[in-house]
């Protein structure tokens, strides 16, 4: 397996990374959880390291698989999981989860669901203009010094959401969509990202099983 290091930080990740948006169980229809976890230990095993994750899908069974599938591994393990989209918070801050506490609060929950004390890369999962960046990076910045992320990400931000996001902090990845039916992003944020050590950890990269053959016309 070919490996990487992940933007500047000191992470190490293979070129294959497992996602795991199927396994909350919503939008992709029904699941088994075992052929789930299964199949998260067998890339383990097979040279992936990177495992991606969030809490939105499945309102937190995916994260709740993935500790279930890592348990005894984790070192083993690159794991990334997102902030920005509460579906569970008590204080009813779902369209305000990019502010301070509410970061604080799902990133315990996180913690919890997937059965460890640190998260590898944490990504904000969707930009919010209703909320300042500088105070979401912030909050970024006092978890990895409280050791409890190790990278700092973003996801589905344009340029000049990044640049308004390295105001504050260094960003060590981008996750973008990116498939070959779908390229936008090659015309000003991968050269952005290559120019500024940002790494690319694509999703919907198969374009939802289009281009694996799961569907024909």
């Not at 794991?79 to 604080?104: M, N, S, Y």
């Not at 059965?115 to 105070?135: A, K, M």
């Not at 990895?144 to 996001?165: P, Y």
């Amino acid at each position: 397996m070919r490996m990487n290091r992940l933007g500047n930080s000191d992470l190490v990740v293979s070129a294959v990374g497992a996602g795991t948006w199927a396994m909350g169980g919503d939008f992709f229809g029904a699941i088994d959880d075992k052929k789930c976890i299964d199949s998260l230990c067998a890339s383990l095993d097979h040279g992936v390291n990177l495992i991606d994750t969030a809490p939105i899908y499945g309102k937190g069974h995916s994260e709740t698989l993935v500790g279930q599938a890592i348990k005894g591994r984790r070192d083993k393990v690159v794991l990334c999981t997102k902030v920005g989209l509460l579906f569970d918070d008590p204080k009813g801050r779902q369209g305000k989860c990019l502010q301070p506490d509410a970061i604080e609060y799902e990133i315990e929950q996180s913690l919890r669901r997937l059965g460890t004390d640190y998260i590898d890369l944490y990504y904000v999962h969707w930009p919010n203009p209703d909320i300042d960046i500088g105070e979401t990076m912030e909050a970024f910045n006092l978890l990895k010094a409280q050791g409890k992320i190790r990278a700092i990400g973003v996801s589905n931000f344009s340029v000049e959401q990044m640049r308004a996001a390295q105001r504050y902090a260094k960003l060590d990845a981008l996750q973008p969509e990116y498939n070959l039916l779908c390229r936008g992003i090659e015309a000003d944020v991968l050269p952005y990202c290559r120019e500024n050590g940002i790494s690319i950890l694509t999703y919907n990269s198969i374009a939802k099983g289009i281009l694996s053959g799961a569907f024909h016309l």
